[in-house]
């Protein structure tokens, strides 16, 4: 795609305006610009096709009318047939929104540079957090509507860099929509409402748990290099993943941040470990951390997430004011002021992309940038913590300078970094 190619069909579709194909005003509207450019089409392309990335292609395919998946990119080849094949299940009702043929799917770690350049104007972000920060920053240089799917970052220069690609993108008018989906869930929204008009008072405390079982592995194979084992299997490495604190965890942080209105923790004290979860196949990532979050007022935050089988699971938020609690799962407030959710929930997935279609159409960017990157940054000062067993300040996290990017990422021995020990890893 060459920028100005790219410039003029954007150009075109922020003048063309409004969603609202079918509304008169709008056809008409959209009739001119079709004049012009000969084509009113949103084409979207995926970097990371595994099972989010498919699911958020389908509901990008799903949220506008005329909307084409037109490039793929995922480090391997294997990926993409199987998104593809999946995506052409005609029970998705996405078929004849597919134009991919083989020149636009591409394989390798630089895939993104090549989807980027496809002459699109979306992009779906699903690889795994590790490389976000570069491919955000491409996207946006390219002038690109982002989905970018959470979190941000695996580090704080990754995420001192995503705050920076989110000013541009509000600077270029682009929209940069997030994937922490509970922020376009119906219920949470609704009751995020009432949490932020007082519904609880005021907060005191908070409890938000993400204990579950544990996940995927795929099985190494002979001819596969130690990188390409590490890449296939992301999440069992900091440097890809950020840990699970970072990965999976990240939703219920989110949560505690937003009832806080945006404000975000300056303290994180945090326990953690490997204890069932030990086979060196699982890489060098924890099973459990325990970490107590606490704010300027004094508020403060209980996180527990586990991924180890056989063992309880729950996970459900839970917020604490002087005048009730609430439970956010079950969209419900008891206390002064009684409330339940009783609308019916749409899926908060496709939401996320019907917000992000309307946005692009009605020249109304969204932004979620600033909540991304502070998510992202309140998990990775919860797992600073845990791995070196101190107490960790927002303003040390946020300045940190560790750094998990590898001198390259060709198809090579790689060895696994040692498993954080608290007390003795340093913070740095
Ligand atoms: N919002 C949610 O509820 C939700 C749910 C699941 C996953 N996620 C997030 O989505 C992302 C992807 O997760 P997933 O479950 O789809 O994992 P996945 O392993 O199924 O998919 C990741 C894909 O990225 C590919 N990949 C790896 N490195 C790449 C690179 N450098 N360039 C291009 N492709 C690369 C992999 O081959 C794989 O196909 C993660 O950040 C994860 O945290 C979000």
């Given at each position: 795609m060459t920028d100005s190619k790219s410039l003029s069909r954007r150009k075109f579709l922020l003048s063309t305006g409004?969603?609202?194909?079918?509304s008169g005003l709008l056809s008409q509207r959209l009739s001119a610009g079709m004049h012009l450019r000969g084509d009113d089409t949103l084409r979207v392309g995926i970097v990371g096709c595994g099972g989010r990335g498919t699911g958020a292609v389908k509901q990008a395919l799903l949220a506008?009318?005329?909307v084409k998946l037109v490039a793929m990119g995922d480090a391997f080849g294997d990926r993409i047939d199987r998104s593809l094949s999946s995506l052409n299940n005609?029970?998705?009702?996405v078929v004849e929104k597919i134009d991919v043929p083989e020149e636009r799917r591409f394989d390798g770690v630089d895939c993104y540079k090549q989807v980027i350049a496809s002459d699109i104007d979306v992009i779906i972000l699903a690889t795994p957090p590790h490389f976000r920060p570069e491919h955000l920053r491409a996207a946006v240089d390219a002038g690109l509507h982002v989905f970018a799917e959470k979190?941000?970052?695996?580090?704080a220069p990754g995420v001192r860099s995503v705050m920076e690609t989110s000013r541009k993108a509000k600077e270029k008018n682009l929209s940069l929509v997030s994937g922490l989906c509970y922020r376009y869930h119906d219920g949470r929204l609704a009751l995020m409402d009432q949490v932020h008009s007082g519904a609880i008072g005021d907060i005191v405390s908070m409890q938000v748990n993400y204990l579950t079982g544990e996940l995927w592995y795929h099985e190494r194979q002979p001819e596969w290099s130690d990188m390409e084992w590490q890449m296939r299997n992301w999440l069992y490495f900091t440097w890809l993943s950020g840990d699970h604190i970072a990965e999976q965890h990240i939703h219920s942080l989110d949560v505690a941040a937003w009832a806080m209105g945006d404000q975000y923790p300056v303290r994180a004290t945090s326990v953690g470990g490997r204890?069932?979860?030990?086979?060196?196949?699982?890489?060098?990532?924890?099973d459990h951390f325990n970490t107590t979050y606490e704010w300027e007022n004094g508020v403060k935050g209980f996180s527990a997430c586990r991924q180890q089988n056989g063992c309880y699971r729950e996970v459900n938020d839970y917020l604490i004011g002087t005048k009730g609690r609430c439970d956010v799962f079950k969209h419900r407030i008891d206390g002064e002021n009684n409330w339940r959710f009783k609308g019916r929930a749409r899926n908060m997935y496709q939401n996320e992309h019907d917000a992000l279609f309307a946005a692009i159409r009605k020249n109304e960017p969204i932004n979620n940038g600033e909540y991304m990157c502070k998510s992202t940054m309140m998990a990775i000062m919860g797992r600073m913590s845990a791995y070196t067993g101190q107490s960790i300040t927002w303003d040390q996290a946020w300045n940190s300078t560790e750094d998990f990017t590898p001198v390259d990422y060709s198809w090579r021995d790689v060895a696994v970094a040692p498993v954080a020990i608290p007390g003795v890893t340093k913070f740095i």
């Open positions: 409004g969603a609202a194909i079918g506008d009318k005329n005609p029970e998705n009702g979190p941000v970052a695996v580090d204890q069932v979860r030990t086979d060196p196949k699982y890489g060098n990532v924890y």
